[in-house]
């Protein structure tokens, strides 16, 4: 890894081509991880520069894309033009298991497609009748959400009043969410908003019978490719019993009967700390952040999650530890020789930046740059204490400032999101998209390292980038004439 003042020198290099004021609000949104800083003084949450391009989302994308999306017995209604619905439409990978148009609506999307009529008029009656003929084409949904798109917002369209009247004369929950993408600066926002919404239309409005000192729920957990069914397994072969999972692969139910459990296990802290803040609060059920990428840190969250429970649970969480560790040394003795000492940027957004960094050092690949889209300053000192000195940090950062510092620093893999994805193949860098996993995974668990560690492998190793020249050795595809 470069110096601590080399990556300082960099950034500077990079950030001079900003007007004067740019350059100040940028540089106090990127740092370096120096042994003499006692925290991360990186600045986030804020508004994105006018004119400087992010990867940032919004909170219509935190609310319906993020959190509500997953639920799968709900039918989950875009309320407005077509746009957002169709470029939210399933671009997640939250697999789910159920009767597509029963009791499973994950893969479908249903939208109001507001028009020009609905903006000047109001869209309230539109809505009504939207909501009628929904539940007639599909009369076992559980409920239904109403995620609201700017034009709702700013015509003040009363989707609440709507809200009360249909539920009563469906007889099924109507939740109104006020996720309009103006809201925020950044899709947290939205992970904030429908978090509060599930509180008050949804939490607590259940219970069941099942009560058990073992029943913990998973929170933040989206199953990206199955992520919170390979989580699922371990802490159930534990003697666990996951009884919520919020929300990959969710139903209505478990919402709703959320607060009977004995202990909350979040993934995802960015997108749903509050929703586990306010049980702790009012239902008094304890909660913590847990890792399940990567063999060192299931490790480390599997005996953190025993100690919180009693003997038994801890001796079996150690027989498990012990029953996957063989085959987990069997996958870093087979890809670990292929993967030492290569070099990795992230830019991502929620809990990935941090959380997968054990998983790459499992493999001996090395972080040596990492950030996040929209975290909140807790977030960044939680990921500074897991970082090596010289490691770069970077908040919203621009296309341009992403770009150039993987040309300068020469990642050997860059794990980003579908905006990067295509910019820095095209440059010959080695990528995977840390969102979905590329099509991929899961990558969660004891069955998810494997795969873990066979896509970075196949992404650093493959044949075909020797045809291409990384920007900094050159950028002209061989074999064709530069123009």
């Not at 470069?2 to 990127?30: C, D, F, W």
């Not at 077509?82 to 990978?93: A, I, M, Q």
């Not at 063999?295 to 001796?315: G, N």
Request: proline share 4%; glycine share 10%.
């Amino acid at each position: 890894m470069n110096s601590v003042n080399q990556i300082k020198e960099t950034v500077e290099e990079v950030l001079k081509l900003y007007p004067e004021k740019a350059l100040k609000n940028r540089g106090k949104h990127i740092t370096v991880k120096d042994e003499s800083c006692e925290g991360c003084a990186l600045k986030s949450n804020s508004k994105t520069v006018p004119g400087v391009m992010t990867a940032r989302g919004c909170s219509y994308a935190g609310s319906k894309g993020v959190v509500f999306g997953p639920i799968k017995d709900m039918i989950h209604l875009s309320h407005g033009p077509v746009g957002c619905g169709f470029y939210s439409w399933s671009t997640r990978r939250n697999l789910a298991d159920g009767t597509l148009g029963v009791n499973n609506f994950v893969p479908f999307q249903f939208t109001s497609d507001f028009q020009e009529n609905d903006i000047v008029y109001g869209g309230d009656k539109k809505l009504e009748r939207i909501l009628r003929e929904m539940v007639k084409l599909f009369p076992e949904a559980k409920g239904i959400s109403i995620q609201s798109e700017c034009p709702v917002g700013l015509i003040g369209d009363d989707i609440e009043s709507v809200a009360r009247r249909l539920s009563k004369e469906l007889d099924l929950p109507v939740v109104p969410v006020r996720c309009e993408g103006f809201r925020g600066i950044s899709q947290s926002l939205g992970h904030h908003i429908a978090n509060d919404a599930i509180r008050d239309y949804v939490l607590g409005k259940g219970t069941r019978e099942d009560v058990g000192p073992y029943d913990v729920s998973l929170i933040g957990d989206y199953n990206i490719g199955g992520d919170a069914w390979a989580t699922k397994k371990i802490l159930e072969e534990i003697g666990l019993k996951v009884k919520n999972v919020w929300t990959g692969d969710s139903n209505l139910e478990m919402l709703q009967t959320a607060h009977q459990v004995k202990l909350n296990l979040i993934h995802c802290y960015r997108s749903m700390n509050y929703i586990a803040k306010y049980m702790e609060d009012n239902y008094q059920i304890p909660w913590m952040e847990v890792n399940f990428f990567g063999p060192t840190k299931i490790k480390e969250s599997l005996l953190k999650i025993a100690d919180f429970f009693d003997e038994t649970i801890r001796e079996n969480a150690k027989k498990v530890i012990a029953k996957y560790e063989a085959q987990m040394a069997k996958v870093i003795e087979t890809y670990r020789p292929r993967l030492e000492g290569k070099k990795v940027m992230l830019y991502v957004g929620g809990l990935r930046p941090r959380h997968i960094i054990g998983a790459y050092e499992d493999l001996g690949m090395e972080i040596i740059g990492t950030g996040y889209e929209f975290a909140h300053n807790d977030d960044y000192e939680r990921t500074f204490e897991k970082l090596e000195d010289g490691t770069l940090i970077y908040d919203d950062a621009s296309a341009y400032e992403l770009e150039e510092f993987v040309k300068k620093l020469s990642p050997d893999l860059v794990g980003a999101g579908i905006k990067e994805k295509y910019v820095f193949e095209k440059m010959g860098v080695p990528f995977r998209q840390m969102h979905s996993w590329d099509y991929s995974g899961p990558y969660h668990g004891y069955e998810g390292f494997p795969i873990f560690a066979r896509d970075m492998d196949m992404a650093i190793n493959s044949p075909t980038w020797k045809l291409v020249e990384s920007p900094w050795r050159g950028n002209v595809i061989k074999g064709v004439a530069a123009r």
